[in-house]
């Protein structure tokens, strides 16, 4: 095996549940020796391991280095590197990467950053290399079939392009997966529209609903300069109002600007892929949808 669990202790400990951190290391390592890996098992592995990414950089980098003040005794360089960088994914292990090949930032930070960065990398890498080898579906079950519903029509849900059955012309309820964002929500919007294949109303209604919800968040940064006060979530989970003449005020101001300009870029993410799918959308003659809209 091209790797272990046991190679990426950092972003292991990190993982809110190891078992399944274990898990999509080995499937990810899988797929490369095997050239190829279920889409499903795919975007599970890169769920499961941003997630625990993402908390790792904090333990090894931001905490120690940059919160509660700490920044405050970083060169301005370094604190501008670390405003750089957004460790939501895989992905951004690689962009993290390219930009620490080109910092010319030193001190302590900047090694966590190289350190943790050598170590989870290879993650990324092997993510990136299965983009173009994925199999589509799940794995045959091994148990006994279960019985095929011939009269089931199932086609691409508007909202989260996903492949969901059609009930009385509409998407059948269903968790909605963000573009870009890797994470599920309980209830896809998709259920009040028609298939992909023969509307686009849901690809209308999501790009207003992005280029509202862009309008709000320019609107909040604009405004920044503004804010009197902070929610922030404290280390057992609930809400804690930050003041000004409060020590962490800058921090999470930071962190609160750094979260803002991070989802702007997502929300920009995903109204381009709605807009490039409009623009490119045509009606599919189907007979199976025609008849029950």
């Not at 970083?74 to 957004?86: F, G, K, M």
């Not at 804010?227 to 930071?254: E, F």
């Not at 702007?264 to 709605?274: A, C, D, P």
């Amino acid at each position: 095996m091209i790797f272990t669990p046991d190679d990426f202790p950092t972003a292991r400990s990190a993982a809110s549940k190891v078992e399944r951190f274990d898990a999509a290391v080995r499937d990810l390592a899988e797929g490369i020796e095997n050239g190829s890996i279920r889409n499903t098992v795919l975007k599970d592995a890169k769920f499961t391991l941003s997630n625990a990414v993402g908390k790792g950089w904090d333990i090894m980098v931001s905490e120690p280095f940059f919160w509660a003040g700490r920044f405050e005794g970083q060169p301005e360089d370094v604190n501008a590197l670390h405003r750089s960088i957004s460790m939501l994914s895989l992905h951004d292990l690689l962009a993290t990467s390219r930009k620490l090949e080109r910092t010319k930032a030193t001190g302590p930070a900047v090694d966590a950053m190289r350190a943790y960065v050598a170590e989870t990398l290879p993650l990324a890498k092997a993510a990136a290399d299965l983009k173009n080898k994925v199999v589509k579906g799940r794995a045959p079950s091994a148990g006994p079939a279960k019985p095929v519903n011939p009269n089931k029509i199932v086609r691409t849900c508007p909202c989260c392009f996903r492949q969901i059955a059609v009930v009385n012309g509409t998407m059948a309820h269903h968790g909605y997966e963000r573009p870009g964002w890797g994470y599920q929500t309980a209830s896809c919007p998709g259920i009040r529209f028609r298939p992909l294949e023969v509307s686009d109303e849901g690809l209308v209604y999501m790009i207003d609903q992005h280029e509202r919800h862009l309008g709000l968040l320019e609107k909040r940064l604009a405004d920044f300069g503004s804010i009197t006060s902070l929610v922030r979530q404290s280390r057992n989970g609930k809400p804690v109002t930050i003041s000004p003449d409060d020590p962490q005020w800058g921090s999470a101001l930071r962190s609160h600007r750094f979260e803002l300009e991070a989802e702007i870029r997502q929300t920009k993410f995903g109204l381009e892929t709605y807009k490039e799918r409009r623009a490119n959308w045509a009606p599919v003659e189907d007979a199976a949808i025609s008849k029950k809209t």
